[in-house]
Each structure stands twice: as structure tokens, then as C-alpha cells.
């Protein structure tokens, strides 16, 4: 039986472990996966990537989604606060962009339509002014 040498560090097997198939042992596998992800953390594209490949989307598709104004209230998104891709909670599809404040207001909520509608009613008739406020 031939004893594995690791292609990267040299060590052989019995002083590192190997996967079951591969000349790379498990430290530095695990060495070159961290440092390819901390690039891509460095960089900002690892958060996007793992959220779009859960939406379903590339990684392009969602940074794009990012940078359009809030589908709730029209804020602008800027490349230092970019809006959050919203995923339907029911069909687990991406809805559109929305803001941090609207977001939170829709968790706040439960995300539920009945209680944003009950909280429409309640804000209209405790002041009939601020149906239509933009504030």
C-alpha cells in the first residue's frame, strides 16, 4: 500500500489525514477553502453569492436587485448601504428590492399581510392625515 504524500505541504499520510480520494490533505484543503472565502468576505462577493445561489440567481442578478430603490417606499439604494433582495415567504420566490427600515417593519409585522392591513386600518382611522404620508 502506498503511503500519500500531500501535493501542497508534502506531509506524508499518517502525520496529516486525507480524504478518502486526493493528494491534498485535509489541513490544507481546509487552509485554501478559508482563504478563498476570506477573499470573497474581503471583497463583498461572498455574502452575495451565498444569498443568490439560496434565491436561485446569479450573484450579478442579485447585486443589480440590490442597487434598485425600494419596492415599499422608493428609497435609493447607494453602494454603501445597498437595499436587501426580499424573497416571498410563501412561494420562495425573489419579490424585489426593499429597504432596511421596510424590512424590518415587515418582520416587525411577522410578514403578514393581514397585520400590515390591520395596522393600515389603525394608523387611518387614529389619524386620517396620515393616510398618504410620505414620512
Given at each position: 500500500m502506498d503511503i500519500r504524500e500531500?501535493?501542497?505541504?508534502?506531509?506524508?499520510?499518517?502525520?496529516?489525514?486525507?480524504?478518502?480520494?486526493?493528494?491534498?490533505?485535509?489541513?490544507?484543503?481546509?487552509?485554501?477553502s478559508n482563504s478563498k472565502r476570506k477573499a470573497r468576505v474581503e471583497s463583498g462577493?461572498?455574502?452575495?453569492?451565498?444569498?443568490?445561489?439560496?434565491?436561485?440567481?446569479?450573484?450579478?442578478?442579485?447585486?443589480?436587485?440590490?442597487?434598485?430603490?425600494?419596492?415599499?417606499?422608493g428609497q435609493e439604494a447607494t453602494e454603501e448601504s445597498p437595499n436587501t433582495v426580499y424573497q416571498n415567504r410563501e412561494t420562495k420566490k425573489v419579490a424585489g428590492p426593499i429597504c432596511r427600515k421596510c424590512t424590518t417593519a415587515l418582520g416587525m409585522l411577522d410578514h403578514s399581510r393581514s397585520r400590515v392591513i390591520r395596522a393600515?386600518?389603525?394608523?387611518?382611522?387614529?389619524?386620517?392625515?396620515?393616510?398618504?404620508?410620505?414620512?
Open positions: 500531500c501535493s501542497k505541504c508534502g506531509k506524508p499520510e499518517g502525520e496529516v489525514k486525507f480524504p478518502s480520494k486526493g493528494r491534498t490533505c485535509n489541513k490544507c484543503i481546509a487552509a485554501n462577493t461572498y455574502e452575495r453569492h451565498e444569498f443568490a445561489i439560496a434565491l436561485g440567481i446569479t450573484a450579478k442578478e442579485y447585486r443589480e436587485l440590490q442597487m434598485k430603490p425600494c419596492g415599499v417606499c393600515l386600518a389603525y394608523l387611518s382611522q387614529s389619524d386620517p392625515s396620515i393616510e398618504g404620508s410620505e414620512k
